[in-house]
């Protein structure tokens, strides 16, 4: 957690004990499935995978988990707060895109796909401290899909090297042809205003979390201003430098003291 997804490590620490405990059990989950297109070789090996997560979550709702760290893991927590089960099944099939070659057909293609990720992500957090209600859920939401489609900006690079894309007709093939080109500046615009706008909703929104439960969504104060430095480098996700790793600490615990998303 901390090498692969600092952010939410950091943040699942204002949660309390339990409460960070089983965030990062959740998260570890998560990045075992985001992982497994970097992890094998060709997307049949990652379908396999996606269906042996499949499984083991069958396995751990019925008591009876596999012997894997975080399947054991992930079997007491769920054990403790009882999330929705249908939320890990829909987490599994949204990644089902990973394996694919080709990029989203639409930005609402790319939104269900944040949705399916870190939407259900964020809410199964949410729920594991305590949260259940619809306006929670809404919140949760609001803010997976706004951090999703940040991430994605973020990594166009990464993808591109790999000759895959996110972007919405603009495949992988095109991006390590022509990375610079205005059809890349054009979508990342579209998608960093589709995010600028749905952080509004969850600031308007996230102010009716009760304290307890923003450690779930606490990185999320983080998306603005990576999505106002992407505006100021022109839109050009290969020449837009990130916060540091201590900004992010200040901005999270700023965000944890004053109360303010």
């Known amino acids: 957690m901390r090498r692969y997804d600092p952010d939410r490590y950091f943040t699942s620490l204002f ?28 997307p049949m090996l990652g379908q396999i995978r996606l269906q042996w997560w499949r499984d083991t979550i069958g396995k751990i709702y019925a008591g009876t988990p596999r012997n894997h760290p975080v399947a054991v893991a992930l079997c007491a927590v769920i054990e403790r707060y009882d999330p929705a089960r249908a939320r890990f099944e829909v987490m599994i ?17 790319l939104k269900s796909y944040a949705r399916a990720t870190a939407g259900e992500l ?7 401290l305590g949260a259940g209600d619809e306006t929670a859920m809404g919140i949760g939401y609001d803010a997976g899909k706004v951090w999703a489609l940040t991430g994605l900006l973020k990594a166009v690079p990464f993808h591109a090297a ?4 996110y972007l919405p007709g603009v495949s ?3 991006m390590q042809q022509n990375p610079i080109s205005d059809s890349v500046r054009l979508v990342t615009e579209q998608i960093a205003a589709a ?14 979390l009760p304290k307890k439960f923003r450690a779930a969504v606490l990185h999320n104060v983080l998306a603005r201003p990576e999505l106002r430095r992407l505006e100021k480098a022109h839109f050009d996700p290969f020449n837009c430098k990130p916060l540091t790793p201590a900004g992010r600490r200040l901005r999270v615990a700023w965000s944890s003291m004053t109360g303010k998303l």
């Open 93 to 109: 099939n949204g990644r089902e895109a990973d394996l694919e070659d080709h990029p989203p057909d639409t930005l609402d293609d």
């Open 15 to 42: 949660a309390g004990r339990a409460g960070h405990r089983a965030l990062v059990t959740l998260y570890a989950f998560n990045l075992e499935i985001a992982r497994i297109r970097e992890t094998v070789s060709e």
């Open 122 to 128: 964020t809410c199964l957090a949410l729920e594991l």
């Open 195 to 208: 995010a600028l706008d749905g952080d509004v909703d969850f600031r308007r929104n996230g102010r009716k």
């Open 172 to 174: 992988g093939q095109m």
């Open 162 to 165: 790999q000759g895959r894309s």
